[in-house]
């Protein structure tokens, strides 16, 4: 059987195992359909109190974040105890990210070059407007590469408080990675604190395990108001740049995550995609890296893989690993491109490839933050979003849908590495891995 329909046939196990959540996407779908050909003062009223029940969903779940992350990374770090360990743990998964954001930045490349998705885009921006825009590209490109020094001097906070108040969350990972490292070194002093980190990991992971029983409804009032609002036939005037980011994500999914597993561990890609089924949809549901975390790591734990790895690699992966916003910002700026004719030449994909890693590593995991980011790149390119209006009003149109997509990406790549990372290191549980009936409940 091909290796896609293993996985296809994984996937629909955990859509059974977990079919309340998948019937609240399909139920979205349907009633977001249904309200958006019928409108009416009551239909504003049911699209208003979806969203509200969608962002009650959210928030919960993002209220666990910042302690999640904060003590999963003190107690993954400070447990590893080996400093040679830790190390070669932070190595691999770096190599392993980067790997996979290098090949899906790629896809992206390719397929937008070769499907030109900008170009039926390009008789609704004004020839003014256009030339102004290559103008700027040619005039301002050579002398914004230094600004990309200061972002990440941005990343290190002055202030480690005013930075969890405002949850930067690459300033807080520095911060918790620095501050884990110092407790790691200073031996069996640092008990009490890590007792105390332990004790809110546990607590958050239950408070999780609550949120999921609110995950069928929440998914499918977040599904239902992004189909009210947008409808189904958002998608035909935007169709091929649609279609190049479905075949890339699909390629990345069902090709280059089964082929790095193979290449670099002896974890099945099925059974991966089995185990972490909940998350999968709850990504798709959520358009949050973020808020899918808590159940990344409780899919990850649960099923197999150690604590010790997973609270290590997941927490760091959701905020840093973004490979499906990277080929996402890719493709998307490469159509701003053709859509306003500035002349791709190979030294500007180059720097657009390269500006999407980057940009990509600092998008936060929520809903619309891999469109937000788009902006550094555009920096890079001597140019502001606010110059790409009519572009940019494409691209909103089915921001929500592409957000799903590159999301679900996004937190399969996480597990993907976490996996890998727990099978070079003998912190995997086959048995329990590929034996799916006897999988503990997630909630």
């Known amino acids: 059987m091909k290796l896609h329909m293993q996985i296809l046939i994984a996937l629909g196990l955990g859509i059974k195992r977990n079919w309340h959540i998948f019937f609240g996407i399909i139920a979205g779908i349907l009633v977001g359909a249904f309200l958006h050909s019928h409108v009416t003062s009551m239909s504003g009223h049911i699209l208003n109190f979806l969203t509200f029940i969608g962002q009650i969903f959210i928030r919960l779940i993002q209220m666990v974040v910042i302690p999640l992350v904060v003590s999963a990374i003190i107690i993954g770090i400070t447990s590893v105890g080996d400093n040679r360990q830790l190390g070669k743990f932070g190595s691999k998964m770096i190599i392993y990210y ?6 899906a930045v790629s896809i992206g490349t390719a397929l937008a070059l070769i499907m030109k998705p900008g170009i039926k885009a390009a008789h609704y921006i004004s020839a003014n407007i256009a030339s102004d825009v290559q103008a700027s590209v040619t005039a301002a490109i050579q002398q914004q590469h230094g600004k990309i020094l200061d972002m990440f001097l941005g990343f290190i906070p002055s202030n480690p408080i005013s930075a969890f108040a405002n949850g930067s969350m690459i300033s807080i990972i520095l911060f918790v990675l620095l501050f884990a490292l110092a407790l790691a070194k200073v031996g069996d002093v640092n008990r009490p604190i890590v007792s105390f980190f332990e004790s ?17 409804p929440g998914v499918f009032a977040l599904t239902a108001s992004a189909i009210a609002s947008y409808g189904i036939n958002i998608f035909g005037p935007i169709s091929k740049y649609l279609l190049v980011l479905v075949i890339g994500f699909a390629i990345q999914m069902f090709i280059i995550y ?13 059974m991966l995609f089995s185990a972490i089924a909940e998350a999968i949809m709850v990504a798709f549901g959520t358009a949050s890296s973020s808020a899918t975390l808590p159940l990344t790591i409780a899919c990850c734990e649960k099923r197999g893989i150690s604590h010790k790895i997973a609270s290590f690699v997941l927490p760091l992966g959701a905020t840093l690993n973004f490979d499906g916003t990277a080929l996402l910002q890719t493709v998307a700026v490469i159509f701003l491109a053709q859509a306003y004719g500035v002349d791709l030449s190979v030294g500007l994909v180059i720097t657009i490839a390269l500006l999407a890693i980057v940009a990509s590593s600092t998008c936060a995991g929520i ?34 849908i592409t957000d799903m997509l590159r999301t679900t990406l996004n937190i399969t790549s996480d597990a993907v590495v976490a996996a890998t990372i727990a099978d070079n290191e003998n912190e995997i549980n086959y048995d329990l891995l590929n034996n799916p009936q006897a999988y503990e409940e997630i909630a």
């Open 98 to 103: 980067g790997i996979l954001t290098t090949i």
């Open 200 to 216: 809110v990991f546990a607590a958050t992971m239950k408070i999780t395990d609550w949120i999921m029983l609110f995950a069928a």
């Open 367 to 400: 809903p619309g933050g891999g469109l937000i980011t788009i902006a550094l790149i555009l920096n890079g390119m001597g140019l502001s979003p606010e110059q790409l209006v009519a572009g940019f009003a494409f691209l909103f149109t089915i921001e929500r």
């Open 258 to 270: 089964p082929l790095f597993l193979k290449c670099f561990s002896k974890v099945s890609a099925p």
